[in-house]
């Protein structure tokens, strides 16, 4: 039940474009969403089943001095900061996190626990400077850079693989597999459809691509373990950590 619900929020947060958390065509140089603080109100609860947070969003969010997003802004955190959790607060139904950089930036503060901009294990970023784009994947996983020949990133964790083909457009073959459902989602601004498909051996595949230009085809597919159902939080994460220039 819980990873149902999670799946649903991120589902959400992808399909709300133009929303403040999400806008509709980013920029390299438009401001971060608002989101993290200083030293904030007595009375946050501490939240121990949660250590820290690491930053998802790829133009980085903001820290604000309370747990609203009308708070003061005491500074931001760039993509894969890691901001300690210090406690929580519910304010207006959503969950607040009392953070404090890991670093030697003394940041203290609260942001929006929210999948769209955090993710709760460390992650590590790639990027691809030939083709101009950049993705966070789990500190744990394996990542083998795009070749001139394959011109695919592949990144492998347990038991599951993603992999980001960039080329010119082509016709791209149908999984071999049974077709689920599709999902409105964006990929750092365009919207594009996320297809999800159970394999023969009864894994499951999600698959989206997107035009960014003349020159390049982004192709993701995502393959995750068999379960009862197909869960897509962690791809939809780090889709949502995808930038592309």
Known sequence: MQRSAHWILLAAVLVLAGCDLNPPEPLPGQPPPHLITRAGPAGA?????????????????????????SAPVAGSAE?????DVDGSRVVAGKTWLEVSASDQSGLKGWILDDPGLVIHQAVTISIDSEQSWSMVYPSSWNVNPASDVTGVTTLTGTDTTMAVDVETPTPKPTPPG????????????????????????????????????????????????????????????????????
């Open 45 to 69: 609860s501490p939240s121990p089943s949660l250590l820290a947070v690491w930053v998802l969003w790829p133009l980085g969010i903001r820290v604000h001095q309370a747990p609203g997003t």
């Open 79 to 83: 993509q894969t900061t890691e901001l």
């Open 178 to 245: 049974s077709f689920l459902s599709s999902t409105q989602i964006e990929v750092y601004g365009r919207t594009t459809v996320l297809s999800t498909y159970r394999l023969a051996d009864g894994t499951y595949e999600f698959v989206t691509g997107v035009k960014w230009d003349a020159q390049r085809y982004f192709t993701i597919t995502y393959k995750e373990p068999a379960a009862a159902q197909p869960d897509p939080s962690l791809c939809l994460q780090l889709i949502t950590g995808i930038k592309i220039t």
